[in-house]
């Protein structure tokens, strides 16, 4: 599995270690990815995605999962998560 979370597209970096000395050392800075269930109103389903913490504290902010993916350009999500968006697309376009 690629170390990418899947609604904000949030991966790793690259960056030096540096010793007292000033030697610098190639390294990898990886996001802190969980594997989380979340909840979505609109489909009435939960769904279990890898999400960063950061990613995951920027979807409770926006009020969960639905408004996140709504918000949410197409070009940062995974293709789980926009399988998820379009079907609740669909939804609202039938309720409305």
Request: hydrophobic share 35%.
């Amino acid at each position: 599995m690629s170390r990418i979370c899947e609604l904000t597209g949030k991966g790793r970096q690259v960056g030096c270690n540096v010793s007292h000395a000033n030697n610098k050392t190639k390294r990898v800075f990886l996001p802190n990815l969980q594997n989380v269930t979340l909840l979505s109103d609109g489909l009435e389903r939960s769904f279990k995605f890898r999400v960063s913490t950061h990613g995951l504290r920027s979807v409770e902010h926006n009020g969960g999962l639905d408004n996140w993916l709504l918000k949410t350009s197409d070009a940062k999500l995974s293709t789980r998560a926009l399988k998820v968006k379009r079907e609740l697309k669909k939804t609202q376009a039938v309720a409305a």
